[in-house]
C-alpha cells in the first residue's frame, strides 16, 4: 500500500514550457485534490474531483487544467508554464467527498519555473 | 475571512505536553475539525479529526468545546520529532461540503 504517489519530486521549466504532474493512489479513494504551496503561506486548493470523470476548480484554478479518467490518478497539467507558478505542489485524497474522512497527502512536486 | 485562527508559533520542552489552540468560531454543526502537521520538507500528515467529541488516536487528542468554536490539539508527551508546523482546518463553506482550507498554521518548536 503505497498511499499518495506524486512524480516528479522535482522538475525545472522554461516559461512557456508545458509539462504534466502526476498523482496516484492506491487506497481507493473517491476525493482527490492539488493543493500549492509557496514561502509564508499555508495551502491552496487549485483542483479537486469527487469521482472518475467529475473534476472541479479551487481557490486558484488558473492556469491549471485537470482530468479524471480513472479512481487511481488524478493529474495536473500546466500548459504554458510561469514563473508565478513556481511552488511546491502536493496531492491529497481521501476516502469519500466529506469531511468525516481524513485526507493523505503525498510527498509534493517541487517546481521551479525560469 | 479566515475560516480558523491559530497562533503563529508555541514552543515546548522534550516530553512535556503541548496544546495547540485552535479558533473556529464560525463553524456549523456538521462541519468536522481536522488537524494535519507538516514536517520540514515533507507533506502534510493526517494527524486527527473531529466533529463534537473528544477524539484520541495514537498520535495525539482532541479536545472540542462544548459550543464547537474552539479546539485544542494535545501532544501528550512532546519529542523532538514532533517539531512541525500544525494546522487546523475546516470546510470551506462556500458551496462544496469537501474542501479543507489550510491557513499559515502554528509552527511548533520543541526544545531538548
Known amino acids: 500500500n503505497a498511499g499518495v504517489t506524486q512524480t516528479p519530486k522535482f522538475q525545472v521549466l522554461k516559461t512557456g514550457q508545458s509539462m504534466t504532474l502526476q498523482c496516484a493512489q492506491d487506497?481507493?479513494?473517491?476525493?482527490m485534490s492539488w493543493y500549492r504551496q509557496d514561502p509564508g503561506m499555508g495551502l491552496r486548493l487549485i483542483h479537486y474531483s469527487v469521482g472518475a470523470g467529475i473534476t472541479d476548480q479551487g481557490e486558484v484554478p488558473n492556469g491549471y487544467n485537470v482530468s479524471r479518467s480513472t479512481t487511481e490518478d488524478f493529474p495536473l497539467r500546466l500548459l504554458s508554464a510561469a514563473p508565478s507558478q513556481t511552488s511546491v505542489y502536493f496531492c491529497?485524497?481521501?476516502?469519500?467527498?466529506?469531511?468525516?474522512?481524513?485526507?493523505?497527502f503525498g510527498s509534493g512536486t517541487r517546481l521551479t519555473v525560469v | 475571512d479566515a475560516k480558523t485562527t491559530q497562533p503563529n508559533s508555541m514552543e515546548s520542552n522534550e516530553e512535556e505536553p503541548v496544546h495547540l489552540p485552535c479558533n473556529h468560531s464560525t463553524i456549523s454543526g456538521t462541519d468536522y475539525i481536522h488537524w494535519y502537521r507538516q514536517l520540514p520538507s515533507q507533506g502534510p500528515e493526517y494527524v486527527i479529526h473531529g466533529l463534537t467529541s473528544n477524539v484520541n488516536n495514537r498520535m495525539a487528542s482532541l479536545a472540542i468545546a462544548e459550543d464547537r468554536k474552539s479546539s485544542t490539539l494535545i501532544l501528550h508527551r512532546a519529542t523532538l520529532r514532533d517539531a512541525a508546523v500544525y494546522y487546523c482546518t475546516r470546510r470551506d463553506s462556500g458551496g462544496s461540503n469537501y474542501k479543507l482550507t489550510f491557513g499559515k498554521g502554528t509552527l511548533l518548536t520543541v526544545n531538548p
Open positions: 487506497m481507493n479513494h473517491e476525493y
Open positions: 491529497a485524497s481521501s476516502l469519500q467527498a466529506s469531511t468525516s474522512y481524513g485526507y493523505t
